[in-house]
């Protein structure tokens, strides 16, 4: 990199105005930067205005709720999640969700290794892994009942996340994590 | 990785942001475009390190941004439309003692920024301006009317 500039040689290759003072100005380029920079000035203001709506995560078009057909599940979520940022899931069950005073939940693994579960609130009596599946158990004796899953990304791209009260129908979630 | 990537990213972001932001960053600084420097370097060290505080982190990131920096400073000597781009080309406020309307609104000038550079020179009027010159860095030069 360094030989390439020392052997450049340095003349007198500054454009005049009114062949009187060198100033090297390039109006016609300037005019084009202008566009430019008219062109970027909108795009900065959609990209804004497509944040604040929540397009890239946080904001009103991510936060989502879904509930399951049975009315087993309503989870509340957010369909647009950001890298290693704070989040919640909250899930709210009815229905028949409680049998022999516990609650059980079928999550899929995606939900530790891309989607980064640190906490669940509150905690589960009995967590159970196998067939790519977490099994959590919670004691419980009545409805209503909540649980919270706070998560912390880990991978950028489209996660699927699927929850399921065994016996009952699933959810099945689709995550996209912004970089 | 992390640190490095984001780096490369952020550095051209910003560099956009302030190529397009004001002619005026290092130069003329005044406490409105003061707040901006502060602002913006507060958000993308957020960012850049993330929960990495490690030395090492540290000491790649430094010197990914110096590389890179080294990097573009060749181009644009290599390239001048390069050059043009990243650094801008001067641009002439008054030529002639004639303002020059559509650079002045456009770079959103005003006539008593080029003045104050004025008289920094010790020129008290605009009839003593031959010539005023915004320079890539920001800075307006300003050259005086020759004497009969």
Request: glycine share 6%; charged share 20%; proline share 5%.
């Amino acid at each position: 990199m360094a030989a390439s500039s020392e052997n450049t040689s340095v003349g007198d290759s500054v454009p005049k105005i009114n062949d009187d003072l060198a100033v090297g100005s390039d109006l016609e380029f300037q005019r084009r930067w202008w566009k430019f920079e008219n062109v970027t000035w909108w795009l900065f203001a959609v990209i804004v205005l497509m944040d604040i709506l929540g397009c890239f995560g946080r904001g009103p078009l991510a936060n989502a709720k879904v509930q399951t057909p049975d009315g087993t599940m309503k989870i509340k979520y957010e369909r647009i999640e950001r890298l290693s940022t704070p989040s919640l899931i909250t899930i709210e069950f009815g229905g028949s969700a409680i049998k022999d005073e516990k609650l059980q939940l079928l999550v899929s693994e995606s939900l530790v290794k891309r989607l980064g579960n640190q906490r669940v609130v509150p905690q589960p009596a009995v967590s159970r892994l196998g067939d790519s599946k977490i099994m959590y158990t919670f004691p419980a004796n009545r409805l209503p009942a909540s649980v919270q899953f706070s998560l912390e990304p880990s991978e950028v791209g489209i996660s699927h996340l699927t929850l399921q009260v065994p016996g009952a129908d699933e959810a099945k979630l689709t995550i996209f994590v912004m970089p | 990785m992390h640190t490095v990537v984001c780096v490369f990213v952020e550095y051209f972001i910003l560099l956009l942001t302030v190529r397009i932001l004001s002619r005026r960053p290092g130069a003329q600084l005044t406490p409105f475009e003061f707040v901006i420097v502060f602002l913006v370097g507060g958000v993308v060290i957020l960012a850049t390190v993330g929960d990495d505080r490690s030395m090492t982190n540290c000491f790649c990131g430094i010197i990914a941004v110096a590389l890179l920096h080294r990097t573009v400073a060749d181009l644009r000597l290599r390239f001048p439309r390069f050059g043009a781009f990243v650094d801008g080309t001067p641009l002439v406020l008054i030529d002639q003692g004639k303002w020059q309307d559509e650079t002045m609104n456009r770079m959103r000038l005003q006539d008593v920024d080029v003045m104050a550079s004025a008289r920094t020179k010790g020129i008290k009027s605009l009839e003593e301006i031959e010539y005023a010159v915004l320079e890539r860095n920001g800075a307006i030069s300003v050259i005086k009317r020759k004497e009969n």
